[in-house]
């Protein structure tokens, strides 16, 4: 079942098209990592699909439902932090929630406790928002974003400004609040690492166009392993690479490393050629091709296709 489905969406500023005839498809109960270069249009499809942006054409479709001008209902089971999150500075973290659970009709008697533990904010409750840091108020932005215990959660880039013990604590809430809250997610972020240690999904955009939606399963079981070996002479491991051991799928990718691409070749058999015709060896590891490297490289071949 898709929670959120997009047909051709298309946005255009001043005769400019931004989004291009995206179509996306967003299950229920899943983590969906939305990612593109800066200014691909990851902000302006967010902004749509919580209606703070109207479509120049195109379709979305939220909990089975047309979004529309008036879909106040659907609205009501999202939550989101697009964008730098705002507050009223001279008020607490508290009675920021306190008034959007007022705006948003929602009166769970310990819901704001229980979302300012979830973001690890409890003890600084009752400080004013001006004393924040800007991880503070992304903490907190997720706090609101998630209080109402919503069924959809759209956040973009909400990593932004948090140390790494911040990010590890986030990502574990994330997790937590997709497996065992059912809650379902779109989040978009640089830090690819992050995205592929807890999306189950991955869709990524490229000035304004969709260029993949694929299962991080599905990704897994196709990306490459290969065997990485630095060296401080890899023109001569080249060539015991092709004379001794008959392998020709390896490439050089930076002036001492050296990645081997063959199957069927162990690293045990690779050290001890190489140490037997006198090449020194700094490291030999098995990798497999990372989301990172991935989505360099399907950007790349965009933007060489389209310039």
């Known amino acids: 079942m898709y929670i959120v489905k997009t047909r051709n969406l298309t946005k255009c500023f001043q005769g400019q098209e931004v989004v291009s005839n995206v179509s996306m498809n967003i299950k229920k109960g899943e983590i969906y990592g939305f990612l593109g270069p800066n200014g691909a249009g990851k902000t302006t499809i967010m902004k749509m699909l919580t209606n703070l942006v109207k479509p120049t054409s195109g379709e979305i479709e939220i909990f089975g439902q047309v979004l529309t001008s008036s879909s106040y209902d659907v609205l009501g089971r999202m939550g989101s932090m697009i964008e730098y999150p705002i507050f009223y500075e001279k008020l607490t973290a508290r009675e920021n929630l306190e008034l959007h659970c007022e705006y948003m009709g929602y009166h769970h008697h310990h819901a704001i406790e229980e979302a300012l533990d979830m973001v690890n904010l409890k003890h600084v409750d009752n400080k004013s928002i001006s004393q924040f840091s800007l991880g503070m108020k ?3 932005g997720i706090a609101r974003a998630i209080i109402t215990r919503p069924e959809l959660l759209i956040l973009d880039e909400p990593i932004n400004g948090l140390d790494p013990i911040g990010i590890k604590e986030i990502r574990h809430l994330f997790l937590v609040l997709c497996k065992e809250y059912g809650i379902t997610l779109l989040v978009s972020s640089h830090i690819l690492a992050e995205i592929e240690q807890m999306a189950d999904t991955i869709g990524v955009i490229s000035k304004g166009r969709l260029i993949t939606e694929v299962s991080m399963e599905k990704l897994k079981g196709e990306n490459t392993e290969y065997i990485e070996l630095v060296t401080t002479n890899p023109t ?3 060539v015991v690479l092709e004379d001794k051991l008959q ?5 050089i990718i930076q002036q001492r490393m050296i990645r081997i691409y063959e199957q069927g070749i162990s690293q045990t058999d690779i050290s001890k050629t190489m140490i037997l015709n006198g090449i020194e060896i700094e490291s030999i590891n098995k990798q497999v091709t990372s989301l990172e490297e991935y989505f ?5 071949k965009e933007e060489s296709t389209s310039g």
Do not use: P, S
């Open 296 to 300: 360099l490289a399907l950007i790349n």
């Open 247 to 251: 392998i020709t799928n390896f490439k």
């Open 138 to 140: 992304q903490r907190l």
């Open 236 to 238: 001569q491991a080249c």
